[in-house]
């Protein structure tokens, strides 16, 4: 039933758009929790690409001996239970570490976000 309403909601943004049929049309169908998600790991990547501020690569390290080739980050200590893992320079590598390695090691920015997209979507969906 939901993909009728899908399709409805498609065929709407067509109209109001006024694109023809083939014509792509983006819309974001992820729950906004998962866009948040999103936003930090686009920040995230590129932070060590040098396109981030210098205060965000300030926060962000990445996880020394054997994991350095798995582009993993070090995970720092929250100070505070309840709210502290709420902080970008906890939950951005927390984030981080639970992509998988094809993800993390990408180099353009445009691939990144069509993966992670992917990857979030079978997340809040599937």
């Known amino acids: 039933m939901w993909i009728v309403y899908i399709a409805s909601c ?19 169908w992820l729950p906004v929790h998962f866009r948040i998600r999103f936003k930090i790991l686009l920040i995230t990547f590129k932070a060590p690409h040098g396109q981030a501020p210098s205060y965000i690569s300030a926060l962000l390290t990445a996880r020394p001996l054997r994991s350095a080739d798995q582009t993993l980050l070090h995970v720092p200590q929250s100070r505070f239970k309840t709210k502290g893992g709420r902080e970008f320079s906890v939950i951005a590598p927390t984030l981080w570490n639970q992509f998988p390695l094809n993800i993390r090691s990408v180099e353009s920015v445009q691939h990144f976000k069509k993966l992670v997209k992917t990857c979030l979507y079978k997340q809040a969906f599937l």
């Open 10 to 28: 498609l065929y709407t943004a067509g109209v109001l758009t006024r694109t023809k049929g083939r014509e792509h049309i983006t819309l974001s």
